[in-house]
């Protein structure tokens, strides 16, 4: 009843900038914290950043200062701004929907890394 689409996930060099994009559809309650999880080959999945419906966010503290997450008011859209990227961010970013009541993942949008 819920779905999560990522977009904007590519091939960027060290240093460089990508923004990420969630379109979210579907019976969604109106509190909630939208999120962007990543996994690396062979890792574990990991919060990177996450954002409330009343715009509280909460950063990984090794994107602090490079990443921004935001949502647009009134729609269930959210962002990730990600500059000064670097090897190590590379990995598949989900988007994620919690909720009370069930939680939704995307398929994810792969971000790599590479000079």
């Known amino acids: 009843q819920v779905q999560l689409v990522e977009s904007g996930g590519g091939l960027v060099q060290p240093g460089g900038s990508l923004r990420l994009s969630c379109a979210a559809s579907?019976?969604?309650?109106?509190?909630?914290?939208m999120g962007w999880y990543r996994q690396a080959p062979g890792n574990q999945r990991e919060l990177v950043a996450e954002?409330?419906?009343?715009?509280?966010?909460n950063y990984e503290d090794s994107v602090k200062g490079r990443f921004t997450i935001a949502r647009e008011s009134g729609k269930n859209t959210m962002y990730l701004q990600m500059n000064n990227l670097k090897p190590e961010d590379t990995a598949t970013y989900f988007c994620?929907?919690?909720?009370?009541?069930?939680?939704?993942w995307g398929k994810g949008t792969l971000v790599t890394v590479s000079p």
């Open positions: 994620n929907l919690r909720q009370v009541g069930p939680d939704y």
């Open positions: 579907g019976s969604i309650r109106s509190m909630n914290v």
């Open positions: 954002i409330t419906s009343g715009g509280t966010p």
